[in-house]
């Protein structure tokens, strides 16, 4: 069955360092990946999105996420964290099913803390 | 990408009442979702609402509790019934990109039941 592994709850970086938000994934086919980004009292907002056309995928405000196949992750970073930033993250795998389309499975989040 | 639009925002709702959630989108969209986000945790579907058909509830989920309506490509509701404190969620509806696997969510709808 597929599924996403986020292998941190929680992450705390200071403002202007690095961000590195890991992701593994379990699929038995080369499956489509998601970043969404949910900021305190919003809706979920997508940050990137992985269909095998590239290995690194570039999204909005600076992220960007690295599919490695032979390690089966899909981590997010960005070189340099913003106060913005602040907020749960979520990997997310698209999950085929016989006899319907898809299904999103949802990691269980990684809240993103950026100190000043 | 769609603008996604819910209302109400937020309610605050007595146990054994229901309550309602629309979503509206600015574009016709053939496959619309339904989401539960209870405090602290991820997000786990509901019900997948095709226009012109019955909805696909998820297992765990009946219609009974959580009826949903979609009488066209632009808008669904999601009834959440006899509720109980438990029900304490935010309910997300997100929309299909034709032809892709990749969705775009609603703002939510901040449920708490007393």
């Known amino acids: 069955a597929q599924s996403v592994t986020q292998l941190d709850s929680h992450v705390s970086v200071s403002e202007g360092t690095p961000v590195l938000l890991r992701c593994n994934y379990s699929s038995s086919y080369s499956p489509s990946l998601f970043w969404y980004v949910q900021h305190p009292n919003k809706g979920l907002q997508l940050l990137l999105k992985y269909t095998s056309a590239a290995t690194l995928v570039k999204g909005i405000n600076g992220f960007e996420a690295e599919f490695k196949k032979s390690e089966t992750s899909f981590h997010l970073t960005k070189p340099s964290a913003h106060m913005s930033d602040a907020a749960e993250y979520f990997c997310v795998v698209s999950v085929f099913r016989r006899g319907s389309n898809y299904k999103l499975t949802f990691g269980k989040g990684t809240l993103l803390t950026v100190n000043p | 990408s769609a603008v996604i639009s819910q209302k109400p925002s937020r309610d605050i709702c007595q146990r054994g009442t229901s309550l309602t959630i629309q979503c509206q989108v600015d574009s016709q969209v053939t496959m619309m979702f339904w989401y539960r986000q209870q405090p602290g945790q991820s997000l786990t579907l509901i019900a997948t609402a095709n226009q012109g058909s019955e909805a696909t509830y998820e297992s765990g989920f009946v219609i009974d509790k959580f009826p949903i309506s979609r009488p066209n490509l632009t808008f669904s509701t999601l009834t959440v019934s006899n509720m109980s404190p438990e029900d304490s969620s935010i309910y997300l509806c997100?929309?299909?990109?034709?032809?892709?696997?990749?969705?775009?969510f609603g703002p939510g709808t901040r449920l708490t039941v007393l």
């Open positions: 997100s929309v299909e990109v034709p032809g892709t696997d990749t969705q775009y």
